[in-house]
């Protein structure tokens, strides 16, 4: 494995590592190109009153050389996600991608499903029943739609979760992935994706080859702009009527995606690891920005996985940010890992109103629409909405507050 001594998400050295073998091609050749040091668990948020450290694990991202799969080195963390609740951008998302799958004609009347979700919260099911009454669950049988929504990247060994799904197929079914693709990482410098927990980062180009190793054919493509980006792919048996019958746009789509990642460099270490210059960035101007913080009060929202490494690697206390706030219960009690001690509290939207926030620093961008709607207290105030990433933004008021 490439390695070597130099800054965090720099891509140095070189050298095999017989310990590492590439979660879908089983290559013992990779290159670094994203190094967070020791982290703790993105997963496990401990009791805001536990005096035990947090435990620490490596955080580095390889880039097969022989695939070209962006995976997690190792992680040696156990999975203790609390649930939270599904924001209401990924509803529409996966609204949006039901639509554009009935359309296509891959979900229809009496049609058997199967998912496979994610731990962040949300399903599919809702929107499945909704727009095609009568849908059933295909109970691990063949299945007319396999879902996936963010599901594959939770998975250790990407290649047997990939042939599970594959086999759960029927001869005329559709499996529809729903990806947050490394390119779009890439291009938005969203360095603190990285996360245990999260064993594989699918690009377009990797998908269609993972795909096409099945001897399935794309028979729809779709992006949407959640998290700056997602895409929701269908592939089908390419023997299968729906094979032979995909439209050209459909294909166009997935040539342009294609063509886009490979100018982008989804499969050369250096490129990807320029994912490390975002780290020093982001850390450097938002530790800027809350030292000018003064004595305003700064409260958090949103306990989110990717927040946790930006918490570690910026140094964030307490003395930085009172409590983050969250809709989640199952995270109330519990608190920030790698704040430090005291730790910094996870509390219930509740706790606004005795924090008082100058500052609310939002730790998901996509979530700014839904929570001003929820919470127009904040403004009505004179606090302001801060977008944590890529570099604090404070969110101009809406007019009238």
């Not at 880039?63 to 609740?85: F, H, I, K, M, N």
């Not at 849908?135 to 996936?148: K, M």
């Not at 594989?200 to 700056?228: D, Q």
């Not at 839904?370 to 809406?398: D, H, S």
Request: hydrophobic fraction near 45%; charged fraction near 20%; proline fraction near 8%.
């Amino acid at each position: 494995m490439n390695s070597g001594a130099g800054p965090r998400g720099s891509f140095v050295g070189s050298g095999p590592s017989p310990a590492w073998r590439c979660r879908w091609c089983r290559g013992a050749e990779g290159s670094v190109v994203l190094d967070l040091g020791a982290q703790p668990p993105a997963d496990r948020f401990p009791a805001a009153t536990d005096p035990v450290e947090d435990a620490l694990f490596p955080l580095r991202m390889v880039l097969c050389d022989r695939c070209g799969l962006a995976q997690l080195e190792e992680d040696e963390t156990r999975a203790d996600e609390p649930r939270g609740v599904e924001p209401e951008a990924l509803v529409a998302q996966a609204r949006a991608a039901v639509a554009d799958l009935t359309r296509a004609g891959f979900v229809e009347r009496g049609a058997r499903v199967e998912e496979h979700g994610s731990p962040h919260g949300g399903s599919w099911w809702a929107p499945v029943r909704d727009a095609v009454p009568g849908v059933v669950v295909a109970g691990g049988g063949p299945a007319d739609l396999v879902v996936d929504s963010l599901g594959l990247m939770h998975e250790p060994d990407l290649r047997s979760a990939w042939l599970r799904r594959v086999r759960e197929m029927s001869a005329e079914g559709v499996l529809a992935l729903h990806l947050h693709p490394l390119s779009t990482i890439m291009r938005d410098g969203t360095w603190n994706v990285l996360r245990h927990g999260h064993y594989s980062y699918l690009s377009v180009t990797m998908t269609v080859e993972m795909a096409r190793s099945s001897e399935l054919t794309p028979v729809g493509a779709w992006r949407y702009p959640l998290y700056g980006g997602t895409w929701v792919l269908a592939f089908a048996r390419s023997a299968s009527v729906r094979a032979a019958s995909v439209p050209p746009e459909v294909s166009s789509v997935i040539e342009r995606a294609l063509e886009d990642e490979s100018a982008l460099g989804v499969r050369d270490p250096a490129a990807v690891a320029l994912l490390g210059r975002g780290v020093t960035a982001s850390t450097a101007a938002l530790r800027a920005w809350l030292d000018g913080c003064g004595d305003s009060v700064v409260v958090g929202y949103g306990a989110a996985s990717r927040a946790v490494s930006l918490f570690a690697a910026t140094g964030i206390t307490v003395r930085d940010v009172r409590a983050v706030v969250d809709s989640s219960e199952a995270k109330r009690g519990l608190s920030m890992p790698g704040s430090g001690r005291p730790r910094v509290p996870i509390v219930g939207p509740e706790a606004f109103a005795e924090l008082r926030p100058d500052h609310v620093l939002l730790f998901v961008p996509d979530l700014l629409d839904e929570v001003r709607r929820a919470y127009p207290q904040i403004e009505a105030a004179g606090a302001r909405w801060v977008l944590a990433e890529p570099e604090p933004f404070v969110v101009p008021p809406l007019s009238g507050t």
